[in-house]
């Protein structure tokens, strides 16, 4: 199994770019998870899914959209870049509840000037 | 609501010495905790969780962490650390009080070994 596969590793985007963060899951995982983490915060929720064809907001979900139209797939779109999306993004998915172990991709780093 | 404390933002420790990291938690009823270790460059991986029954988790990696519901604690230990250890620690708390409850993680430890 790959795990939680991740596309790409770094991005530079310009203010009012968009583009989408691809997400991949090969552990028929019900749960899927986007996440940023900004230096000395932790990680925070931008969405979820709780399985294909249902999303619902996190924490911070202004300037992001999500789609899921299977089970493997989770990707997040950003629509009019802005340089406080400059962060790293995680996805990451779970077999059921979020009290299940979250299994983590590696990451993309994104910066917007 | 639900909250996550780690007061210790940077923690540097000699190889073999022995590691504590601290972690406090707020919320409702009794809570489902994690520790999670991201290695540079890496994502999240999950070191430990706890629920219910026995207070003292062993985890991976020589980890362990005891459950203190009167402190409100969650604490990381390891006897030895190994130059490998050094990364950053997430303490994080979730539960079904009230449903789906996601998870809400600390701002991390940054673990740095010295030889």
């Known amino acids: 199994n790959a795990g939680v596969t991740q596309t790409p590793k770094f991005r530079i985007l310009k203010i009012g770019q968009s583009m989408t963060l691809q997400c991949t899951q090969d552990?028929?995982?019900?749960?899927m998870y986007w996440y940023r983490q900004d230096p000395g915060m932790g990680l925070k929720l931008i969405y979820y899914?709780?399985?294909?064809?249902?999303?619902d907001k996190g924490e911070v979900p202004n300037g992001y959209n999500v789609s899921r139209s299977t089970t493997e797939d989770f990707p997040l779109r950003l629509e009019l870049a802005a340089p406080s999306q400059t962060s790293v993004y995680f996805c990451?998915?779970?077999?059921?509840?979020?009290?299940?172990?979250?299994?983590f991709g590696p990451g993309t780093r994104l910066t917007v000037l | 609501a639900q909250s996550v404390t780690q007061p210790d933002i940077h923690i540097t420790v000699s190889e073999g010495a022995s590691l504590e990291l601290r972690c406090n938690y707020s919320?409702?009823?009794?809570?489902?905790l994690f520790w999670y270790v991201q290695s540079p460059g890496q994502g999240l991986q999950l070191l430990l969780k706890?629920?219910?029954?026995?207070?003292l988790v062993q985890g991976i990696k020589g980890f362990e962490a005891e459950f203190k519901r009167s402190q409100s604690s969650f604490n990381l230990r390891k006897p030895s650390v190994h130059w490998s250890d050094a990364a950053e620690y997430f303490c994080?708390?979730?539960?079904?009080?009230?449903?789906?409850?996601?998870?809400?993680f600390g701002t991390g430890t940054r673990l740095t070994i010295i030889p």
């Open positions: 706890y629920f219910s029954g026995d207070t």
């Open positions: 990451a998915s779970s077999l059921g509840l979020p009290t299940d172990t979250q299994y």
């Open positions: 899914s709780v399985g294909a064809g249902i999303t």
């Open positions: 994080a708390v979730g539960g079904t009080l009230f449903g789906n409850e996601k998870l809400t």
């Open positions: 552990m028929n995982h019900n749960y």
């Open positions: 919320y409702g009823a009794t809570p489902y």
